[in-house]
């Protein structure tokens, strides 16, 4: 098969943009437990983002640098409303929380719809990432490339964030035990904010990432957030690790599925797969046991 | 990264929450059905005072929202232009507007609303097949008469919608014709995986078959599918000498993105596509589908007195930067067409109306348009185009003059076994 290679390349791929959408969620999903459905919607903002920056600067290629931060802003400082007004009050009441996160992101919707109008923007593409890199016959198109690098970069500023910080080992520490952590001396509100300020951001990065491949309107997030609830699931609840092999794993058989059958079915088969795999493994992929009392 | 382990509760929640929207959507069935029954022939159209009232029925919401608040816009330039000029038989326009969400069952609900407690003559509107579909039935049990102004897949003549927009024969066949000119002998078809790309595809095999044209693969992916990186490795290593786009919405952004990035282009590989008008071209970036192909009935750059005036109106009214397209100008045409057979009927009853519809015309933006008595679709002349560098749309071929609506296929041969 000589469509190997690219499709290789095809499922990595999607599997970098999953992972970038999943990733903000490992974090709020996963280790605060908050089910944000509005996840997508800060990625929608974060799309916006560029979009505004690209009119700002006018320059394509500047403003996708600018766009990356300031998209992690806009996310971020979205999330942190969000948490402050809402989340805030109903941590450990999961189905609140997603039925009102639900009501967010279709509130967020229509107030993308009413500023920037209901067709999509264009958001182009800067002339240094049109094309594609040929490596031994192998077109790898280079905007792909660059969501793979920003993937890479997002989960290892993550992982350094998470290990080796003073705020990681808080995050870690009131995830883990959180009444422990308190009588410890640490806030954990402060935590919270900071944790769920994160995620958030990241989902603007992804936002802003994915202006590169589709579309930019009011429904970006809704055709991620299912994919990146999936990817954290699978992953394993609380584990950036899994989430990123998740990620990985889900692309790839999607793209193969693709390849064989066609792109419904292959949505279908990682579907059924998901499923029968949960059947085993309800945990997901990666699972920390803690002593704490969940 | 050591954490507690409440994850199969939280999965609880999260499959509470997919059957919920599961369920909704099964809902919808069920509502599709109900509306049927509904059955009062008695019309309630109130035409004694100064005013008519009719009823536009547009997705203002939803995914859909993106499209149809396009043909609202002109559908709402229709009538203010129509009762600027004196209305209908005296009577001004009285609209009366109801959103349908982007969801079937809504716009079956709203269209009862609209013809049994608004009592509007006629109702101008849907987009999608299953909107129309899901309509069509309420039209007809209650006898009253919808517009419906988007090109479709044919196969399909209620004696209770009028069809505006193109069928097969004014839009995809007229599209094959011009690439068998153009010495295409290969095509690879993509489409969204629904109602309309899939009959457009049988057509289309149908056709290549008669014509000697190769099909070498045939690809769908979901409604909102985002990533196309498979499908455009597929029709790069098949190598065809065209792309028959059938996509619709969103997926278009992508396609053509990754298309572009992965070293494609229109001079080696055209893409033709039926769902890309003037509204869609902004979102893609024009970077991305200059020198595409399309193909419509209509685009802004129509060269006609009726055309300048549409478009300077429109414009006049929505601002300098708003486009016009084909389904928009349909759109507005159906509100003209709507009021030329009540005048020529002298009566807004729907007998009456369809009983005088054959042949009535009416010079329309994109040239004069008739409608078939017959089927109640209109006769469009097919103009093939090619995407500009400014976003605009140009004319690259034209079937010359209006084709006959021939919805059902009845008058080809290699459509035998379609219908």
Redesign the interface.
Known sequence: M??LL??L??GL??GS?LLLAALGLALT???M?V?N?AHGEFMMAGAYTAFVTQALVGNAGVSLLVALPAGFLVGGVLGLILEATLIRRMYHR??DT?LVT?GVALLLQ?VA?DVFG????????PTWL???VSIGGL?L????LFILAIAIVCVLALAVV??STSLGRRI?AV???RDLAEASGISSRATDRTTFFIGSGLAGIAGVA?T????????LG???IVDA?LVV?VG??????GTVIAAAALGLM??FF??ST???IA?VLVFVVIIAF?QVR???LL????R??? | MRLRTTGTKRLGVLSAAVSAIALSACGAQVADADSESSSTSDSCVDTSGDTIAIGFLNSLSGTMAISEQTVHDSLQLAAAEINADGGVLGHELEIVTEDGQSDPAVFAERATKLITSDCVAAVFGGWTSASRQAMLPVFESNDSLLFYPVQYEGLEASPNIFYTGATTNQQIVPALDYMVEEGVESLFLVGSDYVFPRTANRIINAYAEEHGIEILGEEYAPLGHTDFSTIVNQVSAAGADAVFNTLNGDSNVAFFREYTNSGLSAEEMPVLSVSIAEEEIGGIGVENVEGQLTAWNYYQTVDSPENEAFVEAFQAEYGEDRVTSDPMEAAYTSLYLWRAMVEEAESFAVEDIQAVADGVTFDAPEGTVTVSGENQHIWKTSLIGRIGPDGLIYTEWTSGEPIEPDPFLEGYDWAADLS
């Open positions: 000589d469509l690219p499709q390349f095809a791929s999607l943009v999903f996963g280790q437990g089910i459905m999961p189905l997603l639900w229509q719809r209901a067709p999509n923007v264009d958001v182009s593409v049109t094309g594609a077109a198109p280079k905007t792909r998470l290990r870690r995830v883990q035990n994915v590169l491949l589709g579309s930019t309107g009011p429904n809704m055709s991620y609830f699931v394993g609840i609380g584990h950036i690790k999607q793209a693709e390849f066609t792109a419904s949505k949960l309800p945990q997901g699972v920390t046991r803690t704490s009392l969940a």
